[in-house]
């Protein structure tokens, strides 16, 4: 299959890249960065050095993913989305050992113009929608909008909304999976596959 580099892109030697990736225009990826098979980095993409992100994630146009930021399998990151890794930056403070991870898990969907404030985890198949700000920690399955972002309910894994109450319990099924999901103290898993 092979990675498919554009010739505007910076790939830095030492950088691990899977195969299937593809890199598009005037991407920058760092020596230390390690990207998993099948992603796809859109155009204006940068990665850092202390980046790792895994397989079949789309990383949408003019998009960082900075130092401590890990991203697992199936992430989808919207154009223009932002992470960050200092918590309080000042321009005249050096803190860069003070970066804080922030883990976004398997499956979940980062919106177009979103923000992902540092040290956080979102969870897997969680949903973070358009502009939102994120600045505490997202259950899985989690809807979460607005700013800062606050959850208004529940997502499936193929990206429909769940028929849950954002607290208490239930159960819902995917409309076009057929996929079973159980709510129960504020927790929804999926039960049938």
């Given at each position: 299959m092979g990675i498919q580099i554009h010739p505007t892109a910076l790939v830095d030697e030492g950088a691990v890249v899977g195969d299937g990736t593809r890199i598009w225009h005037w991407v920058h990826v760092s020596?230390?960065?390690?990207?998993?098979?099948?992603?796809?980095l859109g155009q204006n993409v940068y990665v850092g050095n202390r980046v790792t992100i895994g397989d079949n994630v789309k990383i949408q146009n003019n998009v960082s993913v900075y130092d401590n930021v890990t991203l697992e399998d199936d992430v989808f990151c919207g154009p223009s989305m932002v992470f960050t890794n200092v918590y309080n930056p000042r321009s005249a403070v050096t803190r860069k050992d003070e970066y804080r991870d922030t883990l976004v898990k398997r499956g979940a969907t980062l919106g177009a113009n979103c923000t992902i404030v540092c040290g956080v985890v979102v969870g897997e198949n969680a949903f973070v929608g358009a502009g939102s700000v994120v600045n505490r920690n997202v259950?899985?399955?989690?809807?979460?909008?607005?700013?800062?972002?606050?959850?208004?309910?529940?997502?499936?894994?193929?990206?429909?909304?769940?028929?849950?109450?954002?607290?208490?319990?239930?159960?819902?099924?995917?409309?076009?999976?057929?996929?079973?999901?159980?709510?129960?103290?504020?927790?929804?898993?999926?039960v049938t596959a």
């Amino acid at each position: 299959m092979g990675i498919q580099i554009h010739p505007t892109a910076l790939v830095d030697e030492g950088a691990v890249v899977g195969d299937g990736t593809r890199i598009w225009h005037w991407v920058h990826v760092s020596p230390k960065a390690k990207i998993g098979k099948g992603c796809s980095l859109g155009q204006n993409v940068y990665v850092g050095n202390r980046v790792t992100i895994g397989d079949n994630v789309k990383i949408q146009n003019n998009v960082s993913v900075y130092d401590n930021v890990t991203l697992e399998d199936d992430v989808f990151c919207g154009p223009s989305m932002v992470f960050t890794n200092v918590y309080n930056p000042r321009s005249a403070v050096t803190r860069k050992d003070e970066y804080r991870d922030t883990l976004v898990k398997r499956g979940a969907t980062l919106g177009a113009n979103c923000t992902i404030v540092c040290g956080v985890v979102v969870g897997e198949n969680a949903f973070v929608g358009a502009g939102s700000v994120v600045n505490r920690n997202v259950p899985a399955f989690a809807l979460m909008v607005g700013v800062p972002a606050k959850q208004i309910g529940w997502m499936s894994r193929f990206g429909e909304r769940l028929e849950l109450p954002v607290k208490g319990s239930g159960e819902a099924v995917c409309p076009h999976t057929g996929d079973r999901y159980v709510l129960e103290n504020g927790v929804c898993r999926l039960v049938t596959a």
